[in-house]
């Protein structure tokens, strides 16, 4: 093909197609400010600065004894700067010689100084008590997400919104970056402000209402501003949480080669652009409703705060109150009115991250009513025999079950081949012999026991399970093999699990061994080939050597000679344990005592090799397909 019919070819290709715009319905689909009041909404300051206060008093309880003590150091000096104030003016503002009325004057000067030093000093401490706080918060709200998620059922992961509530929460996690301040600024603001504002009640009590008049514009207008964010958040939730997978899937080196051999780049980068351009579009449609909130409380505002200068300039010039006590209000009405600007600003973010962490803490709760709450009974090993009843599992959105119907006795020292097309049920039946998923209807025991009355832990430390999609840890060769869960000191059972594999030589030809980290993304680190990663995850079923071992697909990556040392060691392991072997490669089911076929989530063959091939069934046919090429 010439340059100019491939330049022709591209003119007149179709345009990209776009990403697809994410609607779900339920109950998480809902904006929970789309109803709430603007009462209410302020009604939620209080309770978020109890709930930053209780998770900070958990997280540091001297840092917070800090902060509330300079609190109150705060609202001292400011009521003692104020009072001195007042004294100072009285002899400054008189007709004595300068030198006399400084010489007056100086004692409540060395007051008002000593009370701004203090008070700055109390704004360092807290600004300490602060930072001693906000990082092991923020690492406690963190780490609770992640472990919440790891301790969800399964079956949460494929729930309508779980994923986008997800991304919810952790926004609330990053607003806890900001929250302890937040919170500490408005509560010193807060402070300022009735103390200042009780010593302008006492210099004149109409002063009080016009400030609070002046600045409550304001305070209604962040407020608003506020909830329209959210709102603007809220909407781009999903948008954001498929951006930022695919983000991750278009950018990491694993998966480079695909993007550029198969000319994904053009489409990736016009994709994310795409979906940012969705979600700035909604920024945008937003600003002109922050744009007329602005405007008019600022015109409120400053109508009100005309009205206050304008009274107590009245006030002062008909004589209803002397100079001095003009000047002292003066000093006052700018204290109050600072305060109250503070109060107002971090009144309002403290608004805006109660509405993140509101996300975040209805997210532990669901997941925390999404842990697998199961009995109490324990599974001890050996594991002599796993028994289904008629189980049934549909997921949750779909039509039809995935398994439907199933009844199946597997025995220690037995091996089970599972076979059948794609989508036919085979991973799910594996989710629920080991306990992952519940059946919906049915029964799966161990040992006899319902697995709805044991504790899952118990039932997971006797699984090993090689999936079809494993992961590929970014940590050391060893805990890739233990994953995290050594079982000795010495690393004797490690290489037994490699020789297993026949991993040895790959092991001992990377630079660190078995210390060697296996991240090619990160300094120092080096990568495997897809084969020998799925020695290693072989070799971690094999290292924990569980009562059940469950294989899916353990060798699509591998050459013939892996391939079958990899067979040829779960024959010589099968008689401690109850293993089940998931495949495409019909022949490799040769070693299986049993095989069973799967259609549409039903077993719709069963028996031995040499039963099926001679039964004329889809085993049969599947065989003879594979062989026909």
Known sequence: MTSAETHEQQDTAPPFPPPAEITYSGQYSVNPLAEVSFRRMCAQIPKVLRRIAR??????????????????????????????????????????????????????????????????????????AERRITPRLTTETDSAVVEAVCRVEAAAYAVDGFSDRQEAAEMGVIRTHVMVTDAQRFMSALIRMITAGGVLSVLNVLMLPLLLLAVLPAGVGA??????????????????????????????????????????????????????????????????????????????????????????????????????????????????????????????????????????????????????????????????????????????????????????????????????????GKSTLTRLITGIYLPDKGKVAWNGTDLTEVAPA??????????????????????????????THDDTPVWEAVDAVGLREAVDDLPAGLDTLLARDIFGGSELSGGLWQRVACSRALYRKPGLLILDEPTSQMDPRGEHGIFEQIKAIAADRITIVVTHRLENTKIADHIIVMEHGRITEQGSYDDLIHAGGTFAELLELSQDR
């Not at 954001?240 to 950018?251: F, I, P, Q």
């Not at 209000?329 to 309002?348: P, R």
Request: glycine share 6%.
């Open 458 to 487: 118990t039932v997971w430390a006797n699984t090993g399970l090689v999936p079809q999609i494993f992961a590929q840890w970014p940590l050391r060769v060893r805990e890739n093999i233990t994953l995290g869960q050594p079982r």
């Open 55 to 128: 998770l900070s008093w958990r997280t540091d309880r001297r840092a917070v004894q800090l902060l509330l003590g300079c609190q109150v150091i705060t609202g001292v000096s400011a009521a003692v700067l104020l009072t001195a104030t007042a004294e100072a003016m009285e002899p400054i503002l008189s007709e004595d010689a300068v030198a006399d009325r400084l010489r007056s004057a100086l004692p409540a000067l060395m007051v008002v100084a000593l009370a701004a030093a203090l008070s700055r000093g109390a704004g360092s401490v807290a600004t300490y």
């Open 223 to 424: 407020v608003l501003t506020a909830r329209v964010d959210y709102e603007t958040h809220y909407a781009n939730v999903a948008d954001r949480n498929v951006r930022g997978m695919m983000r991750w899937w278009a950018t990491t080196s694993k998966y480079g080669d695909e993007v550029r051999a198969n000319s994904m780049t053009d489409y990736l980068t016009y994709w994310y652009r795409a979906l940012s351009d969705r979600c700035d579009r909604r920024t945008l449609a937003a600003a002109p409703r922050t744009l007329r909130i602005s405007l008019l409380s600022s015109l409120a505002g400053g109508f009100f705060l005309v009205a206050v200068w304008g009274a107590l300039a009245w006030l002062a010039v008909s004589g209803r109150i002397d100079l001095a006590v003009a000047a002292t209000a003066v000093v006052a009405v700018q204290t109050t009115l600072a305060a109250l600007s503070q109060v107002v600003i971090n009144g309002a973010a403290v608004f805006h991250t109660s509405l993140y962490l509101g996300d975040m803490q209805s997210f532990l709760d669901d997941a925390a009513d999404r842990a697998p709450q199961r009995g109490p009974r324990t599974v001890t090993g050996p594991v002599e025999e796993i028994t289904l009843e008629e189980a049934v599992y549909q997921y949750p959105g779909k039509d039809k079950p995935a398994v439907d119907g199933v009844s199946l006795t597997l025995r220690r020292g037995e091996i089970l081949a599972i076979v059948g097309a794609n989508g036919s």
